[in-house]
């Protein structure tokens, strides 16, 4: 709670859900969100916080990680996409443009 986070609300809305979602137990510590390797500029900070709450990604695309990100929640939610584009703050149409876009469908049983 003393940190100074260097991002918007939204941005650290995003980052508490990440890693909620990829939290393995059931309790988010402070190293699933590794906040402690922020430092420089805005733009480095915020891509260390995103780079931090999603397990330490190396270079990625913008458009990867949303990808990522998307799966990890629907995965989440059983496939429910309702309850995903809420997590998401997207609409659930927004989500099903996404899902096209990326190519991505259920997978099937198995």
Known sequence: MAYDWPGNVRELQNTVERAVILCTGEI?????????????????????A????????????????????ILA????????????????????STLDRKLKRYQVSRPGPG
Not at 38 to 44: C, K, T
Not at 57 to 69: N, P, R, S
Not at 73 to 92: C, D, F, M, P, Y
């Open 73 to 92: 929640v629907l995965e989440r939610t059983s496939w429910n996409k309702s309850q995903a584009a809420h997590i998401l703050g997207i609409e659930r």
């Open 50 to 69: 995103a780079n931090a709450a999603c397990g330490g990604f190396g270079d990625v695309t913008l458009e990867a990680l949303e990808q990522q990100h």
């Open 28 to 48: 988010v510590g402070a190293s699933d969100i590794q906040l402690s390797g922020l430092g420089g500029s805005g733009e480095e900070q915020r891509a260390a």
